[in-house]
């Protein structure tokens, strides 16, 4: 039945999120969360930014941010300020290679901004770039040789995850799990999310 792959994907998915949970660095995860509270307490700007499904996921966490009460912005909205030292720029890319996040990230260090990127390969152009790498293994559309072993050791077959899925998927779930963590850390409750909720929605 179709149905089946329905069912198939998000079993591989969520055995890959598993797995990617179990073997996360407990050292950059908490530079990233401290970055993040540090980031809070000063007022700080935070600029979030990724390019395509990336960009969707980095749309997801900024809003959760400014759901905690951040000081928080994503790149290329109008609204979206200067940034500079002190800031924190939170750069999505699963292989680290996304010209137009590797180059808004060399204008944010010009600037003197905090990079922490969030990608695949911390070897990558926006990983050498970056202050705090967070590595979340994931298959990326664009290096699938690369890949291929983590593909190989995990089950992972491609037609069930296409492209960045893995990558994207398991960066969501992560980045969710931070906001929880920033929960806790800064006394927020479902409440304080709640109101700071949109209350003029269409």
Do not use: C, W
């Amino acid at each position: 039945m179709a149905v089946d792959y329905v069912k198939k994907t998000m079993k591989e998915i969520s055995l890959f999120i598993d797995k990617v949970a179990e073997k996360l660095s407990d050292e950059q995860v908490e530079r990233f969360v401290e970055t993040l509270v540090d980031a809070y307490r000063r007022g700080a700007k935070v600029l979030v930014m990724g390019a395509g499904r990336s960009g969707l996921v980095g749309r997801a966490f900024a809003m959760r941010l400014m759901h905690l009460g951040f000081n928080v912005y994503v790149l290329g909205e109008t609204i979206t300020p200067s940034i500079g030292e002190g800031d924190i720029v939170v750069a999505i890319s699963g292989s680290g290679r996304t010209q137009l996040i590797v180059t808004a990230a060399e204008a944010a260090k010009k600037v003197k901004a905090k990079i922490v990127a969030i990608t695949s390969y911390p070897d990558s152009p926006l990983g050498r770039l970056a202050d705090i790498v967070v590595e979340i293994p994931g298959r990326t559309k664009t290096a699938p040789d690369i890949d291929y072993f983590a593909r190989q050791i995990l089950g992972i077959h491609e037609p069930l995850a296409p492209l960045g899925t893995l990558f994207e998927d398991t960066a969501l779930a992560f980045l969710d799990g931070v906001v929880v963590e920033l929960m806790h850390r800064l006394g927020k409750n479902e409440s304080d999310l709640r109101a700071k909720h949109a209350n003029i929605e269409f």
